[in-house]
């Protein structure tokens, strides 16, 4: 930052931090990286775009690492290609309280088997493509996500609606169609 300053840089130069989710240590039991909770697929994303963000405000709307381009190409005013997955979210750069997503699509490589999950702002659910390797978690009541919900009745709704979700976002993965 200060060598932006310096260059007399800062007040033109979008600044995006991010960065890779790390390794689980000890949280459910896992010491490596390829799992579908929470400590895995959140990642840190800081965002600086002159005239428009505030310095700390916050946002809890859901995005993807493929929103970037997007929103790069939208605050650069330039024409971003038609067969992007992401969306921009510059309405949340410019509304912090303002949602962009409903759900948002993790996949995860465990040797040869790919795991998939969808969240919503309640609810994460995980596919692991074998018999019974299903996962339900209510992230309002179970924040760490310690009780798999996935073969209560109770939740049996919840459990088709989110299914269909993560079919739908599966569907519209391209590097998945045809799959």
């Not at 800081?46 to 946002?59: D, F, L, N, Q």
């Not at 994460?124 to 924040?143: C, H, I, S, T, V």
Request: with cysteine; proline share 5%; hydrophobic share 40%.
């Amino acid at each position: 930052f200060d060598a932006l300053k310096e260059r007399g840089l800062w007040d033109n130069t979008i600044v995006i931090f991010t960065s890779d989710h790390g390794y689980h240590l000890g949280e459910h039991y896992l010491w490596g990286k390829v799992s579908l909770f929470e400590e895995c697929a959140r990642v840190p994303l800081i965002v600086r775009v002159p005239g428009m963000t505030e310095a700390g405000s916050k946002t809890e709307a859901m995005v993807e690492h493929v929103d970037i381009f997007p929103t790069l190409a939208q605050l650069c005013e330039v024409k971003a290609p038609g067969h992007l997955q992401g969306r921009s979210f510059v309405p949340v750069l410019r509304e912090p309280k303002r949602p962009l997503r409903e759900d948002v699509y993790t996949v995860v490589a465990r040797q040869t088997r790919l795991g998939r999950a969808i969240r919503t702002e309640r609810w994460r659910y995980a596919d692991w493509e074998m018999p019974g390797q299903f996962e339900l978690y209510d992230l309002k009541n179970d924040p760490r996500e310690l009780t798999n919900l996935v073969k209560k009745a109770k939740y049996a709704e919840v459990v088709v609606m989110m299914k269909k979700r993560l079919a739908a976002r599966r569907k519209g993965a391209s590097s998945e169609r045809g799959q």
